[in-house]
């Protein structure tokens, strides 16, 4: 008989679809774009206190109501918007993770004003690339002295929901850590292209 799927996958993805498809697709893989860390640390912070998957199902509507998360776009929001946002059934209305998306978003736009890169920063805190077949850096945690590393250097320069368990959600799912399961058929293939990306 073939190996099974819950041997062949990471266990947290088995609850569903979405999770499975999110796992294969996305998690881990590493991302240097600047507007898609952008939007995974403003729905991590969305996902502060919450499941994953309930952020994952809303997510094509927090991409409606936040312009795709363009953060010039998103840093005019005025107070009248964040109102209006409020009363948006399709996402998770929560005043302080709206308007820390809002300010988060100015903050990004003085990183870029000033030569800088999200990115940069980030992937600055990651764990270096290893060879696809090396044991697990990380068992899964909360959070590490890295992630914690992460938020300090945000919050210093005023970002807003970004704590250290949240990032390291974050860092997991950008790819900045490694974590996919030592079984895991995402795994190697996640450490394949880390090290692109730390080739460049």
């Known amino acids: ?3 099974s799927t819950e041997e062949t996958r990471c266990s947290w993805c088995l609850g569903s679809p979405e999770y499975i498809n999110y796992h294969d697709e996305e998690w881990g893989r590493p991302v240097g774009d600047d507007v898609r860390l952008f939007e995974k640390i403003s729905l991590e912070g969305f996902q502060s ?4 998957v309930t952020v994952l199902r809303k ?3 927090f991409r409606g109501a936040f ?3 363009d953060p010039v776009k998103v840093a005019r929001f005025t107070p009248i918007k964040v109102d209006e946002l409020i009363l948006n059934a399709g996402i998770i209305r929560h005043r302080g993770k709206i308007e820390a998306v809002v300010n988060n978003a100015m903050r990004f736009n003085e990183l870029t004003q000033a030569g800088e890169s999200l990115a940069e920063i980030g992937w600055r ?3 270096p690339a290893t060879a ?3 044991p697990l850096v990380h068992e899964i945690a909360s959070q590490t002295p890295q992630s914690l590393a992460l938020s300090k250097e945000l919050k210093k320069r005023g970002w807003k929901f970004v704590g250290p368990t949240t990032m390291y959600a974050f860092m997991q799912s950008m790819g900045l850590v490694n974590d996919h399961a030592t079984n895991c058929h995402s795994r190697v293939t996640c450490e394949q292209e880390r090290a692109s990306y730390w080739a460049h």
Do not use: C, K, T, V
Request: aromatic share 16%.
């Open 59 to 61: 997510r094509e509507n």
């Open 49 to 52: 206190g919450l499941s994953w």
């Open 125 to 127: 805190f990651a764990d």
């Open 1 to 3: 008989m073939g190996q």
């Open 132 to 134: 696809p077949d090396a």
């Open 67 to 69: 312009q795709h998360f």
